[in-house]
T-cell receptor, first 112, second 113 residues
Framework: EAQVTQNPRYLITVTGKKLTVTCSQN?????MSWYRQDPGLGLRQIYY???????DKGDVPEGYKVSRKEKRNFPLILESPSPNQTSLYFC???????????FGQGTRLTVV | AQSVSQHNHHVILSEAASLELGCNYS??????LFWYVQYPGQHLQLLLK??????LVKGIKGFEAEFIKSKFSFNLRKPSVQWSDTAEYFC???????????FGQGTTLQVKP
């Protein structure tokens, strides 16, 4: 089954404790991206990657890191999480530009 | 800077009413346009998209959207809504050169049976 898989689905952590949210897709898509969804703000793009070893900043990259060492995986790294990073995070992949984005189920992160 | 604006934040309609959700963007270059829907507790799903050709595009579940280049708009329409259309709707604009994707703030649609 074609899908985008994020882990974990729920995470509560403390300020400053490094964490990684994994994202994997099995559709051989070139384009992958991360978003955060906050009430009243819609989805805001954090980082995106148009291919292996190519990553670019989205609208809200501060406090986040990503890597794209292989096509299927695009982990999101929070080196030192802060409470303002409490949010619902979505990973998405698409074949290329102008293609439908397939979204993961989301990761609800709470930083206390 | 590229931005997307959805004018209606919360819309309440009765079943069988017609729907139009506005979406405007600010970017003068090549764009690819999308409408996504998010049902309660679920992830986003594509309703329809436009990247070239006929500016009137049809999507799933009876939705359609019209791209008006001169107005930088991509409004979503449906002639007759159903209770099952209750969801949040997002317009998204992709920069055709860089691939950067910007979403609007979303419109919550509530359809009363």
């Amino acid at each position: 089954e074609a899908q985008v898989t994020q882990n974990p689905r729920y995470l509560i952590t403390v300020t400053g404790k490094k964490l990684t949210v994994t994202c994997s897709q099995n559709m051989n898509h070139e384009y992958m991206s991360w978003y955060r969804q906050d009430p009243g703000l819609g989805l805001r793009q954090i980082y995106y990657s148009m291919n292996v070893e190519v990553t670019d900043k989205g609208d809200v990259p501060e406090g986040y890191k990503v890597s794209r060492k292989e096509k299927r995986n695009f982990p999101l790294i929070l080196e030192s999480p802060s409470p303002n990073q409490t949010s619902l995070y979505f990973c998405a992949s698409s074949l290329n530009l102008a293609s439908e984005a397939f979204f993961g189920q989301g990761t609800r992160l709470t930083v206390v | 800077a590229q931005s997307v604006s959805q004018h209606n934040h919360h819309v309440i309609l009765s079943e069988a009413a017609s729907l139009e959700l506005g979406c405007n963007y600010s970017y003068g270059g090549t764009v690819n346009l999308f409408w996504y829907v998010q049902y309660p507790g679920q992830h986003l799903q594509l309703l329809l998209k436009y990247f070239s050709g006929d500016p009137l595009v049809k999507g799933i579940k009876g939705f359609e959207a019209e791209f008006i280049k001169s107005k930088f708009s991509f409004n979503l329409r449906k002639p007759s809504v159903q209770w099952s259309d209750t969801a949040e709707y997002f317009c998204a604009v992709e920069n055709g050169n860089t691939g950067k994707l910007i979403f609007g703030q979303g419109t919550t649609l509530q359809v009363k049976p």
